[in-house]
């Protein structure tokens, strides 16, 4: 798409914003600006006017958009499509939600019933957990989950576990163990009774070196308290996987999809069944229904008028062509403390691509730095860089009805909520507008794109919601820009590395004289110091 008309184009108006008559705080003062660039679907609101664009450029971008068929291959996708080439694989997150809207299901009819299937076994499984009926080895009610999987079998479903903690009392606590190292074990097990924790291995292939090195810890765990692993294990993994042999049982054992990539998964049973556990199917299925309505506007909604669309377009805008690096995302919500862990797997896995969907070297590499923190914390950490140091994209997220529901006391007259909600306007108005200053130190050149994004409370359908545009505006950014963001080889060639640093471990676990001959001389330094318990 580089090369494509539209995005010369592009390329071509950008210099114009240079002009002093473009500087963001004389763009916002245009009459009509919040309406002409903002977008609204029921429960959300998109304002997008304090970004470093005019009419001329938003229609640039919708072009830009409709030639590069983004919204026709959104739909491939969500008909089955193979849409991720490279693995000769379909992309069908959509249809995890899509129980029963016949324009987000795909044409292969095996394919809902399978997930129909597996989606009734998480509804009964957790009945049976959270009544107390299904129990562990000593017949005691389940109080804790621990999940075990890392990238996406965990971010995703951590972040809408603590965004919905806020308006629902979980029954059952999660705990998620997906670092290898062993203090985050020992921080877990600190927090749990053995006897009423369940263990939930979240796996596609059941190969991943860190999962099975905790899984290893987890079933030593058991077995050091007398329990039986088949009784406090739970498995979430493609069919026929070693987590899915009947010669190894466990309570239970649930589908993963190979048409469902893992940081695409929440809606799967890889946050199903542990959002079910912790609330109840009843709320996990409300979270489905508001990833479905944004699913459904994301499908049907025109380019001019689609929001995941739109920012995706504004995303492309500030990165290829107005060359920032990074952006960031600031909830005002501690609720929405985990979205930016979410986002940034979500986002730097499927969109950091080198190459097109054809193999083609992309003349500039795809995706962006993401990072992010709740404000109004963030304004006491990195927000000096944001305001006058090099500038990047800041989107913000409100939320109009906090999950508190107590008695607050004013202080300087507002409450925290509306105390919160000043924050976050002033901050969008001085990356805007800056401030001139007799002291240069003192002085804020403004000119720093933003958008906001506003839901109007921490409901399970306002999560959904949230979850699904993030989704959707990667997968239509991947779309337009011609490449693939459903696969992740590039997490690959440092596991590839470690098989024979751990070769070389292993080795020396079993002779202690082995001499490291096979890699090179840094590596072979630091396997030294880590055995001897000291650097040099």
């Known amino acids: 798409m580089y090369d494509s008309d539209s ?20 763009m916002i003062k245009a009459p009509g600006r919040l309406e002409q660039f903002s977008l609204t679907v029921p429960g959300l609101f998109f304002d997008f006017s304090r970004q470093r664009l005019d009419q001329k450029i938003k229609n640039s971008l919708v072009t830009l958009a409709r030639k590069s068929g983004a919204k026709k291959m959104f739909s491939r996708m969500v008909l089955g499509d193979k849409v991720n080439t490279t693995e000769n694989r379909a992309a069908l997150h959509t249809a995890a939600r899509a129980l029963v809207d016949t324009n987000l299901v795909p044409e292969d009819t095996g394919i809902m019933n399978d997930i129909k299937k597996v989606t009734r076994a998480i509804d009964i499984f957790s009945a049976k957990i959270r009544q107390g009926s299904l129990t562990g080895t000593r017949k005691k009610p389940f109080t804790d989950v621990v999940v075990v999987g890392i990238g996406g079998s965990y971010l995703g479903c951590e972040f809408v576990y603590e965004a919905l903690k806020s308006c629902h009392t979980p029954k059952i606590a999660l705990h998620f163990l997906s670092n290898v190292d062993i203090d985050n074990f020992a921080q877990v097990t600190a927090d749990i009774n053995p006897d009423t924790c369940l263990w939930i291995i979240v796996s596609k292939s059941y190969t991943t070196t860190e999962t099975l090195a905790n899984l290893a810890q987890a079933k030593a765990y058991l077995e050091r308290n007398n329990l039986l692993p088949r009784d406090h294990l739970v498995t979430i993994t493609a069919k026929g996987s070693p987590g899915d042999d009947p010669s190894n049982p466990v309570l239970e054992s649930f589908d993963m999809f190979d048409f469902i990539g893992g940081r695409y998964s929440v809606s799967s049973a890889v946050g199903g069944v542990p959002l079910a556990l912790a609330f109840g199917f009843d709320v996990f299925e409300r979270f489905l229904k508001g990833c479905h309505t944004m699913d459904s506007h994301a499908l049907c909604a025109a380019e001019s008028e689609n929001i995941p669309l739109m920012a995706a377009l504004i995303s492309i805008w500030n990165t290829r062509i107005l060359g920032y690096t990074a952006q960031a995302i600031i909830p005002y919500s501690s609720a929405l403390s985990k979205l930016a862990p979410h986002v940034q797997q979500l986002y730097m896995e499927s969109l950091g691509k080198g190459v097109d969907s054809n193999g083609i070297p992309l003349l500039r590499p795809a995706g962006s730095i ?34 508190y529901a107590g008695e607050q006391v004013t202080s300087k007259g507002v409450f925290n909520h509306q105390e919160l909600w000043a924050n976050l306007i002033a901050q969008t108005l001085a990356l805007a507008e800056g401030m001139d200053h007799e002291v240069p130190a003192r002085a804020f050149t403004g000119n720093r794109p933003s958008s906001l994004l506003v839901v109007k409370d921490l409901s399970p359908e306002s999560i959904g919601m949230l979850l699904s545009f993030y989704e959707a505006r990667t997968v239509f950014e991947g779309f337009i820009l011609g490449i693939n963001p459903f696969d992740q080889f590039g997490v690959e060639l440092g596991k590839v590395l470690a098989s024979g640093i751990r070769k070389e471990m292993a080795e020396k676990n079993q002779n202690p004289d082995h001499s490291i001959t096979h890699l090179d001389t840094t590596a072979a330094f630091y396997i030294r110091s880590l055995f001897a318990g000291k650097i040099g």
Do not use: W
């Open 370 to 403: 993401v990072f992010g923190e709740p404000g109004t914390n963030a304004q006491h950490s990195f927000f000096q860089l944001a305001h006058q140091g090099p500038a990047f994209p800041v989107e913000f997220i409100g939320v109009l009805a906090p999950g």
């Open 7 to 26: 995005f010369i184009s592009l390329q071509n108006q950008a210099s114009r914003f240079d002009s002093p008559e473009f500087h963001l705080k004389q």
